[in-house]
């Protein structure tokens, strides 16, 4: 069921010229007296505090324009990876079940921003902002705002809720800024590009490479309690998610392991018995449906999680998942 996308690009824009000129502190001279450009191997922030707190307020502004007019085009600028997903679907079922717009649009807020900013060499660039939000009080909204290029805006491509007490400290120099785990970095327990995966798997067959918790042992409890109901069998397929925009990024935590964010896909088909039905679905999941339901229903998720990954040697040796976001993308009636 692998189906690999693109992620949605955006239209390109004015290059930022504080950033351009961050760029060309890369410059050297060679003997001859041409200038080379190193930008693709220097180690370089990301970006400013100033800048990702601009590229936080024109997310929002976006966010909350789309959401009240249940309309994809308006963000779409600003998000990408499992959460262009996500968010895209959502939209796409408000605007068909509500045509002239969300009558009970309520802004979102977002404050109390810390940005984590990571230095690191190439592209993709991208940070992190730690914020509260009216939409929970409890709970801390980590955004993952990524980027191709300099003539690109800046858009939100992982969403996970956290409790704040889970939030690690991260290991910074002395000019502030954090430092990029590699994806296949070996000092952790799980490298970054596996986590997807071994995520994937731990679903399907369980294991100890997950510490337990909401969104591992209960998760798989709760789905073996769903699988066969009188008159219904309910099917799980869990697939890793790593190309492109849904590729993993890690920040290193000051205990020397890593704050990992990373993607997968889950599907579940329910498949009803002859003279039984399908449980009835609401009027978001049904505007997300093709065909009709007669016998079974195949739903996509897309989620996006994030995990503590810690060092290899430590005193646990297992991965701590500490949020997960979800949402139906699509789903097929037969």
């Known amino acids: 069921m692998t189906r690999e996308r693109s992620p949605r690009r955006p ?21 001859g007296g041409c200038v080379v450009v190193h930008g693709e191997r220097e180690v370089l922030p990301a970006t400013t505090p100033a800048e990702a707190a601009k590229a936080l307020q024109q997310f929002t502004t976006a966010y909350n324009r789309a ?10 600028d600003y998000t990408t ?14 605007h068909v079940n509500n045509p002239a717009g969300n009558a009970a649009h309520a802004p979102l807020e977002l404050t109390d921003a810390k940005f984590t900013i990571p230095k690191k060499a190439g592209w993709p660039r991208w940070f992190v902002a730690d ?22 805006p800046w858009q939100v491509a992982y969403l996970t809720v956290v409790d704040p007490s889970d939030v690690p400290e991260f290991k910074k120099d002395d000019d502030g800024y954090a430092e ?25 067959d369980g294991g100890t490479a997950f510490a337990d918790g909401a969104h591992t042992s209960a998760w798989r409890t709760q789905r073996q309690k769903n699988a066969k109901r009188p008159g219904l069998v309910t099917q799980y397929i869990d697939e890793p998610a790593t190309a492109g925009d849904y590729a993993p990024l890690a920040l290193r935590t000051a205990d020397g392991g890593a704050l990992v964010f990373f993607a997968s896909r889950h599907y579940r088909k329910q498949t009803a018995a002859a003279g039984a039905t399908v449980p009835a679905q609401n009027k978001d999941v049904l505007a997300l449906t093709k065909g009709e339901i007669k016998q079974s229903l195949l739903m996509e998720f897309v989620s996006n999680e994030v995990a503590l990954d810690p060092k290899k040697g430590s005193a646990t040796s297992q991965v701590h998942v500490l949020g997960r976001v979800q949402g139906l993308t699509s789903a097929q009636g037969s």
């Open 81 to 94: 990876g499992p959460l262009g997903d996500i968010d895209a679907a959502r939209l796409t079922a408000g």
């Open 180 to 204: 990029a785990v590699d994806a296949d970095a070996a000092d952790l327990a799980a490298a970054p590009k596996d986590l997807s995966k071994s995520y994937t798997d731990y679903l399907r």
């Open 11 to 31: 239209r390109r824009r004015a290059r930022n010229p504080l950033i351009a000129a961050a760029m060309l502190t890369a410059l050297s001279l060679t003997t």
């Open 67 to 76: 959401d009240k007019a249940y309309d994809t085009s308006l963000d779409a």
């Open 131 to 152: 914020t509260k939000s009216n939409k929970s009080s409890s709970t801390r909204w980590l955004l993952v705002f990524l980027r191709h290029d300099l003539d690109e």
